[in-house]
């Protein structure tokens, strides 16, 4: 039978498939192996740089969504020293980007201390680092400047005995300027040249020529293969708005404290930008990302040859803040332009009242202050200012000025970190003290003659702000009467104000996600430390009772107690974030719910005698001219502090609204602001835009409380 293949095909068959398998294994060899080792080699012809690819920053948004920082991408380019040697013409290059630079008003960093114009001269505004790089400079370079002017160099200084004329021409020769190139330009070549050199003998860091470039100077970098000029990407932090920016916060690179306390073990880069102040260290763990790797090839010219990513860089996640930035700028307004009204007022009276014959005197004026706009039934922040204000865009620009103006101290947030005394708002804790400790009953009266006359014996009797006869509790809040206070703080003693205060959150933080500090409630112990060789008199208790004397708090935490007495006696954790999503906003990734740090035991119901006393301050007491006729109902205290240090009084009011279906409670302090009375404005203006943006009318809020918002 015959056959269909023959051996012998069969065997050329087979020697051709192996010779194929062979190839095909020598070319797989490689690829997988040969080709992977020469780009990974950096002995062979292309060098291999792993870098780390920084990721975006997360954004932050107000409670409604609107955009309030992000992140955005920059470029900086770097001139690599060794590869622009390498170049047939490195001067031509410089003078290349220099005017492309110029032609687009790029600024690049050129310190030599030498003017940009002939004629050439030291440039006597150069700062200490500049001539100490110079001086450094010409030490490295000690022989050859000696043999090229044929004289001993003078290195005590920055200038070496040289005139400036003289540098520059040797400098011409040093870098190889030809002669045809104008002086200007010359001079121009020698800054950047010497910022390439000049790093040499000081080990500094690499030539930054310019930071943030535009997108042409990228592309004209691209277009003419400058090789020697490397072009790097980082993120910044861009703001879209003028307000917030004690809130906010701000960037920048972490301390090594910071590095060695937290994020060495978070695995944070030791040169990473972290979140220093505000929102942006608040939120640090939903707004920071995580970090790429990236391998560049580049061959023996420095020219890129291939990229690859290791891994992929991941954005940060999106954090809802719960302010509303229109909230906020109206209470950055209602600040500035009732305490500049108020100074300017100040200045004009003074001015008027002095005599002719008497040299001007300037008034005391008031130089600070702080506003909170809190959520009644959630704890959130609704708008916190502090004044002055300053652009967090401007921070790093006007940090010297701001951090070096200690009399107004911008970069202080005073609504956390100021500690003011409370005044005549402290009296809703003194009386719910008594009441709630059987010191006294709601038809308890004490009869006011404009004195307290207990310690007369003593030559000690504090005065009331009027004589205002018997009052109750209610009255004695709607009059403010010292008084009243004065005598139940006396009956019951400091340690029952005490604890009272602390109930309602004084001398604690208040759990809001910023730095905020913890104030002092009067106490013992409170003076021992302030006043160590002194005991405790009975002059401390009747100040404390009327919020004098050793009681300091934030206006945040002022806030919050008034929140706690609108809602009925839940002292709530305050918050600044409403909810984390992802970068795209496609998933909630975190829904901040309120918090509830204590509920006082009201059962015998005297916070509602609060509720009813601070109504009739707003209605017919010390705030009616302001908040009568307002279009809703205000519950409402005013306090007057005086101060040991200054002529004029410090301002405190407080707040809360609508009376029958509490949304808002609102705490303001002016420095030197005068009184309460005087600051009220500021929280009126921040009720308006409050209530104007709910879209309810007056009657509408009085009759149908379900409209609230």
Known sequence: MEKYVKPSRLIAMALVLAVLLTVYALTLYRIEALDVKALTDTSGSLTAVTTTVKAARGPILDRNGTLLVSDREVHDITIVRTSLLREED?????????????????????????????????????????????TEYYKYFKNTLETYFERPMDYSDANAGLTATELISWMREHYSIPYTVPAEDARRIIGVRWELEVRVPVQTNDYVFAEDVPDELVSFIAEQNMTSVVISTRSVREYHTDHAAHLLGYVGAMTRDQYNDTYKALGYPLNAQVGQSGVEAAFEEYLHGTDGKMTVYRDASGAVNDVVTQTQARAGNCVFLTIDIGLQAATEAALETTITEMN?????????????NEAYQEPELAKGGAA????????????????????????????SELSSDTDRSPLTNRAIAGIYNPGSTFKMVTAY????GGTITTETTFDCTGRYM???????????????????VVGALEKSCNVFFFSLGDKMG????????????????TGIE??????????????????????????????TAIGQGYSQFT????????ATIANGGTLRNLTMLRNVSSFDYSDILLKKEPTVRRVIDDSNGYIPVLQRGMRAVARTGTARLALANYQVEVAAKTGTVQSDTSDVNDGVFVCFAPYNDPEIAIAVVVEKGGSGSAIIQIAKDMMDAYFSDSGLSAQSIYTDNSLMR
């Open 90 to 134: 490195p001067n031509g290059t410089v003078l290349k980007l220099l005017n492309k630079a110029d032609e687009l008003g790029v600024e690049h960093t050129d310190t030599f201390p030498v003017t940009t114009t002939a004629p050439f001269e030291f440039d006597a505004y150069a700062s200490n680092t500049q001539r100490s790089w110079m």
């Open 514 to 543: 910023l730095n905020d500090k913890a104030g002092y409630v009067a106490s013992r112990e409170r003076k021992k430390q302030v006043l160590p060789d002194e005991g405790w008199y009975a002059a401390d208790t009747l100040m």
């Open 454 to 472: 207990e310690y007369a014996a003593n030559l000690y009797t504090p005065r009331c702000t009027g004589r205002h006869g018997p009052l109750n």
């Open 344 to 356: 300017a007022q100040r200045l004009q009276e003074a001015e008027e009242n002095t005599p002719s």
């Open 494 to 509: 400091i340690n029952r104000m005490e604890e009272t205060a602390r109930l309602f959150g004084f001398g604690e933080r």
């Open 372 to 399: 909170v706009m809190l959520e009644v039934d959630t704890g959130e922040v609704l708008a916190m200012a502090s004044y002055p204000f300053y652009d967090p865009a401007d921070y790093y620009t006007n940090y």
């Open 555 to 562: 206006p945040v935490q002022m806030a919050n107690y008034v």
């Open 433 to 436: 003290a008594g009441l709630s």
